[in-house]
């Protein structure tokens, strides 16, 4: 249970280190077995190289052997992903997440080269991220059975949401690589066809029940994993009703401790929307 952890601001809009800190600290003690940081959630095209390896510091020094840190370290300029990934490796993270390259729409042979490049460039195992929605660009399962024969690409974040698409996948690939739900809502359903847990977001908020769905899932008990993820699924939704992580900060805010505006071009969640958050979260409380 991976949480793809947010990035707070303070009141003028710069990264708060001091707040990221004890939001490690959080998720640690809640359920999670590590973070990715700088990713989607994170709101990545939005930081500086600097502030993305202060970050990936901050988190080792934060997280220390309790729970894993990967370094969202993709973008849609291999030789920056390539940088980013060993500045990553040199402060200690543990594995680092690239985003399949969006805006350029590279063809397939292109997206091979790219990711085995960043593999090739630090020791550190490496999970793809396919998310077409936001790239424009699907990792073909045919690609993905291709990189995996690469020693450090390990895993998947899956947020494909064609559940034949990543049925395919997971029978395709060896033994061994991860495939991780990258949608909340689809857990129960990647990891009943054989994938390993999740990439959450609703992890700020609920990050022991969904520990509890992976395991009610794993255990073939499909009444409890049923319950469990019926109670959730209306935080699930409410994280999405409004672009990511929109959501997810004013419910923060609200229910834990400020973490600040998304940054331009994001904004503030409406009232409507915290409402649904904040009445989602009470209803999850039952599991």
């Known amino acids: ?3 793809a952890v947010l990035t707070p601001f303070d009141e003028g809009g710069a990264v708060d280190y001091g707040v990221f800190w004890k ?3 959080h998720l640690a003690d809640n359920g999670c077995d590590g973070v990715v940081v700088t990713g989607t959630t994170g709101e990545s095209p939005t930081l500086s190289k600097p502030e993305k390896i202060a970050l990936y510091k901050a988190a080792v020094e934060a997280a220390g052997d309790r729970i894993k840190v990967i370094a969202g370290t993709g973008t849609y300029n291999t030789a920056e992903s390539i940088a980013l990934s060993e500045q990553a490796a040199a402060v200690g993270v543990h594995g680092i997440m690239a985003v399949t390259p969006y805006y350029s729409k590279p063809p397939q ?7 085995s490049a960043i593999a090739d460039a630090t020791e550190l195992p490496l999970m793809l991220y396919n ?22 690409i390990v895993a998947v974040k899956d947020a494909v949401g064609d559940h034949d698409f990543t049925s395919r996948a997971i029978a395709d690939l060896p033994e061994g690589f991860a ?25 700020h ?8 769905l992976i395991a009610a899932v794993l255990a073939e008990d499909h ?16 994280l999405f009703v409004e672009p990511s992580p929109m959501p997810l ?4 805010t609200a229910l834990w401790e400020s973490v600040g505006q998304p940054r331009l071009p994001l904004v503030p969640a409406s009232d409507e929307t915290l409402e649904k958050v904040k009445a989602a979260y009470e209803a999850a409380q039952a599991v």
């Open 249 to 252: 900060k004013a419910g923060m």
């Open 1 to 3: 249970m991976l949480t």
């Open 23 to 25: 939001l490690i600290r």
């Open 223 to 238: 009444d409890e994993a049923n319950r469990i993820h019926d109670a959730l699924s209306p935080l699930f939704g409410a």
């Open 109 to 115: 042979q292109g997206l091979i080269k790219h990711f």
């Open 179 to 203: 495939v991780y739900s990258g949608d909340d809502a689809r857990t129960k359903d990647i990891v009943y066809a054989g994938g390993v847990g999740v990439v959450s977001v609703a992890a």
């Open 131 to 152: 998310i077409p929605g936001r790239t424009s660009r699907l990792i073909e399962v045919e690609t993905l059975v291709e990189l995996a024969g690469h020693e450090r």
């Open 205 to 212: 908020f609920v990050g022991n029940q969904i520990q509890k």
